[in-house]
Every structure is written in C-alpha cells, then in structure tokens.
C-alpha cells in the first residue's frame, strides 16, 4: 500500500475542545493539534434526527475549523447526541436539566449517535454511528450524588462512560469509542478512504 500518506508527516486538526476526543486520538497515535470551535451553535433543528443533528454539526464544526486552518491536511470534527424516543438530549443546562435526563434513561435503552466529518484538501467523509446503551434502574438519591459530582455538565445526556457514569451503565451494543464520542473504527475507515495510512 505504498501510495498511502502517512499521518507523521501531516497537519491534522481536531476540531473539538473535548479531552475525550484527543485522548481518543492519542491512544492510537494520530498526531493532530486541537481547535476548538467557538460560534457553533450545538443545537437540533425542527424536523431533524439525531442522525442529521450530529452530522450537521461535526461538519459544522470541521468546516469552521478549516477556515482557520485553511492549510491543514486534515480536519477532524465530531458531535455526540444522546437520543432516546427518537429525541436527542444535548449537553444539560444545568443540574436541575441533568437529573431529568438521568431519570429519563434510568432503566431504559438509549441510542449514542455521533456524527463525523473527515476532510481532506478536496475530498471529505462524513458520517454517524449509532451505539446502544442501556442503563440500570437508579435511585433519586444516586442521580442527585452523580450530578453533585459536576461530571455530567458537560456532557451529551448527562454522564460520561468513561468516567464515575460507567457505574450507571448495565451494558453496551456497538462501538464503545463512539459512546465516549469518537468512533475510532469509522474515523480510521475515513482516513484510508481519503489515502492516509492508519495503525
């Protein structure tokens, strides 16, 4: 596969303040620098799937990124819904917005669906995978313990299973690094496609 790019040599761009996101790349030794990407507002719009939520906005955000960083070789963007009854919950507005969240899923299957956006100087791949999660039954008490915690602020859906939230988790369907907000697997398949030599 020698017509294959290597990533050493390239300016890659994460266009995205998550830590999650980064350590994500670091773990499989994707070098890149982090943009993060104020002015983009992390809302759904009437009508729209979680699908076409987190879609829209990993582009989006891949897209504002680039007008920074106009001579990058790649640029990486990602957005995470939690979506539950066909409804995405976004990152809470507060504890209150959390711990209705959290008793919304308590006990319930959920769907994690995170859009990817992947471009090249020319050419881009973009996407979204979906991961189911499925929660244990919670006690009032231990939601209200978890969001004192301040963990799930930040966060799409209100927890973190990478962190104190894998405790309230009963299992997972699909691909965990999606679930955290990077899927890996279809990250690696687009830098192939786009003629990066990955792993």
């Known amino acids: 596969m ?3 790019r290597t990533l050493d040599d390239a300016v890659v761009i994460l266009a995205s ?3 999650r996101r980064a350590e994500l790349l670091e773990q499989v030794g994707i070098p890149f620098q982090v943009a993060s990407t104020l002015g983009v507002e992390e809302r759904a719009l009437p009508d ?3 699908s076409e939520t987190a879609r829209r906005l990993a582009e989006a955000k891949a897209e504002a990124a680039r007008s920074r960083y106009p001579d990058a070789d ?3 963007g990602a957005d995470t ?3 539950i009854d066909g409804l995405a919950l976004g990152k ?3 504890s209150a917005d959390a711990e209705r ?3 919304c899923l308590s006990g319930r299957e959920h769907d994690v669906v995170t859009g990817f956006a992947v471009l090249g100087r020319d050419t881009r791949v973009c996407g979204a995978e979906t991961t189911q999660v499925r929660f244990r039954r919670l006690e009032p008490s231990e939601i209200s313990r978890y969001v004192g915690t301040s963990e799930p602020l930040d966060k799409a859906g209100a927890y973190g299973i990478q962190g104190r939230g894998a405790l309230l988790i009963q299992g997972i369907s699909g691909d965990y690094t999606n679930v955290v907000g ?3 697997p279809a990250i690696a398949s687009a830098l192939r496609q786009l003629g990066w030599r990955v792993g």
């Open 2 to 4: 020698s017509h294959f």
């Open 17 to 19: 303040a998550s830590p």
């Open 48 to 50: 729209e799937t979680p």
């Open 74 to 76: 790649l640029i990486i």
């Open 81 to 83: 819904v939690v979506a």
């Open 92 to 94: 809470p507005q507060d």
């Open 101 to 103: 969240m959290l008793a």
């Open 182 to 184: 990077l899927p890996l």
